[in-house]
């Protein structure tokens, strides 16, 4: 059966890219002559039967804004199979026939369970600044995020080097390091906490006194929320000082302006060319995929797979990391 009309929603946490892949998605049902809809809230929109039908023009001029045009949300409802048969109900009375969801892994999982109870096509955009799909070396809003906390730190260096300070920031990456780590090679931190690996707690002092008898006479520590270390950034502050009495230490939580602002170069022609992919796949008759980017070009990785694996932290850079913290 051929695809007529799709139906695009967001959903999960917002990325910076992801209105950029609704007008790509948008255009390129236009382009090939199919209808298009918009779910507002994501499948929360799906099961309230929010709906909106729009066109070329209708996604003029957001390529270049935050956010998500269509509004997202964690829907409790649409995990469970009562609120997964409202929203095929609307769906299909809507007249649509396939979906793309531009979302992370959460999201994939609810599209899963939406086509293996329903049979409906879905392919998925990976859209989270965390970086954290396996199937993609990029996801949407990943590389705006880094230019965002990258600015934030630069901000930071500036006093605490003024007052010979060390600062712990706390950057997002609930269960991935790729914040972390890029943004902490980028500003130039002494340490890098991942969810991925944990050095100790006496690692990071011996660390931060090596760095200052290097002559270091401030320091940034970036903190992914999701390390392990064992103590979040305000308990660490409490025992850098309990073991240094003399370390005049500060915290900054970046919190989710990491997740607002206009969209980079890179995630904007990144969304257009996942947004593109999407439907040209949904056309050719796929399903239960989602679109990634490796080794610069367009791919195809099975939903199923995409949820279940992990996108590995490129060791490499841990060791730059240390080597630049000389
Ligand atoms: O998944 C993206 C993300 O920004 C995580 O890094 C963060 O832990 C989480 O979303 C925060 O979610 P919420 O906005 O629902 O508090």
Known sequence: MSVKKIAVLTSGGDAPGMNAAIRAVVRTCAYHGLE????????????????????????????????TILKSARSKDFRTPEGRAIAYKNLTAAGADALVVIGGDGSFTGA??????????VIG??????????????????????????????KIRDTASSHNRLFFIEVMGRDAGHIALNSGIGAGAEEILIPEENIGLPKLLK??????????TSSLVVVAEGDNIGKNVFELKEYVEEHHPDYDVRVSVLGHMQRGG???????????RMGVKAVESLIEGKTNCMVGIRNTKMELTPLE???KGTSKINMELLRVAEIMAT
């Open 125 to 154: 955009i990976p859209g989270t600044i965390d970086n954290d799909i396996y199937g993609t070396d990029y996801t949407l809003g990943y590389d705006t995020a880094l230019n965002t906390v990258i600015d934030a730190i630069d």
């Open 262 to 272: 206009s969209p980079s170069c890179f995630d904007r022609v990144l969304a257009s």
């Open 305 to 307: 797979k995409a949820i």
């Open 112 to 121: 899963l369970a939406f086509n293996k109870e329903y049979n409906f096509p």
């Open 207 to 216: 660390s931060l006194e090596k760095s200052r008898n290097s002559g270091k």
């Open 36 to 67: 298009v809809m918009g779910v507002y809230r994501g499948y929360q929109g799906m099961i309230e039967g929010d709906f909106k039908e729009m066109s070329a023009r209708s996604v003029r001029d957001i390529i270049n804004k935050g956010g």
